[in-house]
């Protein structure tokens, strides 16, 4: 209930990260297994042989993955199957669970995503009528899609879809998020860049910028991001100076690990609020080359 009103009232918050839904869906499917298999169901999944990168609040996917599978298990009957499939489309993933179970009738599909909608005829399994209604709130605020396919003892289809963003994109979220809370806590915080210059005898280097700038943060809450040949790393309640000593520690660890002679390393601080007034901004002078 709480959480369903936060979604109505827009209140619910997102904690954004970048994880595989293919392996997200398949822990997901190992967890419930043993219910399944309780009820004589069999679950199974199709999935491209990559992984299937999505920029998303994993805990409240992790929920509507959970949501559907359970729907699924509940009402499908003993022999039955269940399937998740994921799939790469463009510009968006699809996520889809179908299942051998009892059905809805076409006329309460549309019925099935409202509030207090119960959810099969089963009385025995009945809830609050919320789960789906939260399920298609959460994907929503993805800027994702949801919808179902069903017939009356012929089985159900829920899919739902999430957008792939571009690397600049997630950026500007993780800064936007950022700014909010800094805002909040009338705090500041440094973004700095390090960007390789590439050429054919390091290229295979600059995949392996991010694992060394990772090396040298110390604090749970600092974000080093990869864009192509340049990692931005985010650093709260840092300033100028600090966040200076960071960049050198990076430099150092670089080199440290690069065999000569070194390439040259292109760098960045930017500071917010000081330096900077929103995402744009930030995002314009992090993009401007400095030797």
Not at 26 to 47: F, T
Not at 195 to 205: P, Y
């Amino acid at each position: 209930l709480l959480d369903a009103s936060k979604i109505e009232a827009g209140k619910l918050q997102l904690d954004k990260t970048e994880f595989d839904i293919v392996k997200t869906a398949e822990d997901i499917a190992l967890g419930m297994k043993p219910l399944a298999d309780k009820n004589g169901l069999d679950i199974k999944i199709k999935k491209p042989e990559s992984a299937l990168t999505v920029f998303c609040d994993r805990e409240k996917i992790e929920r509507v993955l959970i949501n559907l599978l359970s729907n699924a298990v509940k009402f499908t009957p003993q022999g039955g199957i269940i399937e998740i499939e994921c799939l790469s489309r463009p510009d968006e993933i699809e996520v889809s669970v179908q299942d051998t179970g009892c059905g809805v009738a076409e006329e309460d599909i549309p019925k099935l995503f409202d509030q207090f909608t119960q959810f099969g005829k089963k009385k025995e399994v009945k809830g609050t009528g919320l789960g789906l209604s939260i399920t298609k709130g959460i994907i929503d605020m993805h800027g994702g899609r949801i919808w179902a396919q069903s017939n009356i003892g012929q089985g159900s289809r829920f899919c739902f879809t999430l957008p792939v963003l571009r690397k600049e994109d997630i950026l500007r979220d993780m800064l936007v998020k950022e700014i909010s809370v800094a805002k909040t806590r009338k705090s500041y915080f440094s973004v700095l860049v390090v960007e390789l210059e590439i050429n054919d005898k390091n290229i295979s280097w600059a995949q392996k910028l991010k694992g060394a700038v990772d090396e040298t943060l110390r604090r749970k809450n600092d974000i080093a991001y990869q864009i192509g040949s340049k990692v931005a790393v985010i650093l709260p309640d840092t300033d100028k100076h600090n966040a200076v000593t960071v960049l050198a520690r990076i430099k150092e660890r670089i080199n440290g690990i690069m065999p000569e002679p070194h390439p040259k390393i292109k760098d960045t601080v930017v500071i917010y609020p000081s330096e900077a007034k929103d995402e744009n901004d930030i995002l314009n002078k992090i993009c401007t080359d400095k030797q």
